[in-house]
Structure formats: structure tokens, C-alpha cells
T-cell receptor, first 111, second 113 residues
Framework: QKEVEQNSGPLSVPEGAIASLNCTYS??????FFWYRQYSGKSPELIMS????GDKEDGRFTAQLNKASQYVSLLIRDSQPSDSATYLC???????????FGGGTRVLVKP | DVKVTQSSRYLVKRTGEKVFLECVQD?????MFWYRQDPGLGLRLIYF???????EKGDIPEGYSVSREKKERFSLILESASTNQTSMYLC????????????FGQGTRLTVV
């Protein structure tokens, strides 16, 4: 079992709709969680971080964390074709310096 | 803005060559990382460093070594390149402490022929 799991997709959403991405993690010691966006041929770019249970909103993005269920999600509202990318979920421990990444979910936003 | 710069965007090397990939960050970050990314396998950690001259093996260190002589610079060395090391190599840096975010360089696409 992978430590951080994501559905590989592709997740196809119409322009203007909400894209919902899910991520589960197995390491109960994980304390911090991140969402990265990666365009084809480019490097990952940090878009959201979340550390506490609940929701965190930043523009069109909302991250949700449920530590009891070991579940992290990312909502993209008013999806645009420019949101078409692979989204990587990452988890980090309170102690230690490295992040563990999921395999990524490919999102396609269709005009 | 955090800037992580990798020395090459594309690199083609021959089997058996010694290959150096360089990474420089300008944010005084303690942590630096080297990942490789392959289709279907995701991001895999090769090595990371939490201080000058300090390093720890990641998930796939075989065939690689690293060097960190200065805080801002982290080098990945392929001792004898092989075709199965053809990949996208990503350097990242971050502050020390529990599970802090990592910032990535632009990546080096290495092809070993």
C-alpha cells in the first residue's frame, strides 16, 4: 500500500464546474499536507497547504483535511481550461524533513 | 519568491559516463532534496540533505550519490549512468522542521543513451 494515494484520473470536468480531488494517507503521524499543481513537462508548483482539520480557502481553491479519516481533498471552483494539469498531494510528518507524494490526479477541464 | 535553479533543462549522456546535476537555491533553506519522476511511478525521493555535508538516503539511492559543500548548493551524481536512469530529475528546497513545504526547480530531463 502506498503511503499517499490518489486516483490517477483523468478527472474530466466542464469549464465552470467544480473539480473535486481526493487523497488518502496511511501514516497517522502526518501533520502537514500540501497540494501541488504540475503542468505537463513542468515542475510541481505549490498551490495549497493545510495543517488543521477543516477547510482552508484560497481564491478558487479549497483544501479540506480530516485527520480522523486520514483524508485530504482539493476543490477547484469555476474550473478553467488553464486548471488542466496533474495535481499532487503530499504529506509530511511533524518530525523529519521529507514529504511523501501521491501519484497525482490528472485533471482535464473541457471548454 | 523562492528560486531553485537547476543547471540544465535537458541533458543527454552516454552509458557509463559520470553525470553531475547541480541545484542552487537562494532562500537560505536548510533542506534540499533530489527526486526523480517517471510516468506511472510518481515522484520518488533519491536523497535529501538537512545541512551542509549532511545527507540521508531516500527511497531509491542506488546508483546515485550527492554532495552538499555549501548551504545553497546540492549536487546529484550518477556515478556510472545507465539507461534506466533516463528520467526527469527534480531538485527542491525547504525550511527545516516538521513537514514543511518544498519548492521545486524547473527540472532536468536526462536521457542516457
Amino acid at each position: 500500500q502506498k503511503e499517499v494515494e490518489q486516483n490517477s484520473g483523468p478527472l474530466s470536468v466542464p469549464e465552470g464546474a467544480i473539480a473535486s480531488l481526493n487523497c488518502t494517507y496511511s501514516d497517522r503521524v502526518s501533520q502537514s499536507f500540501f497540494w501541488y499543481r504540475q503542468y505537463s513537462g513542468k515542475s510541481p508548483e505549490l498551490i495549497m497547504s493545510i495543517y488543521s482539520n477543516g477547510d482552508k480557502e484560497d481564491g478558487r481553491f479549497t483544501a479540506q483535511l480530516n485527520k480522523a479519516s486520514q483524508y485530504v481533498s482539493l476543490l477547484i471552483r469555476d474550473s478553467q481550461p488553464s486548471d488542466s494539469a496533474t495535481y499532487l498531494c503530499a504529506a509530511g510528518r511533524a518530525a523529519g524533513n521529507k514529504l511523501t507524494f501521491g501519484g497525482g490526479t490528472r485533471v482535464l477541464v473541457k471548454p | 519568491d523562492v528560486k531553485v535553479t537547476q543547471s540544465s533543462r535537458y541533458l543527454v549522456k552516454r552509458t557509463g559516463e559520470k553525470v553531475f546535476l547541480e541545484c542552487v537555491q537562494d532562500m537560505d533553506h536548510e533542506n534540499m532534496f533530489w527526486y526523480r519522476q517517471d510516468p506511472g511511478l510518481g515522484l520518488r525521493l533519491i536523497y535529501f540533505s538537512y545541512d551542509v555535508k549532511m545527507k540521508e538516503k531516500g527511497d531509491i539511492p542506488e546508483g546515485y550519490s550527492v554532495s552538499r559543500e555549501k548551504k545553497e548548493r546540492f549536487s546529484l551524481i550518477l556515478e556510472s549512468a545507465s539507461t534506466n536512469q533516463t528520467s526527469m530529475y527534480l531538485c527542491a528546497s525547504g525550511t527545516q522542521g516538521g513537514g514543511t513545504e518544498a519548492f521545486f526547480g524547473q527540472g532536468t530531463r536526462l536521457t542516457v543513451v
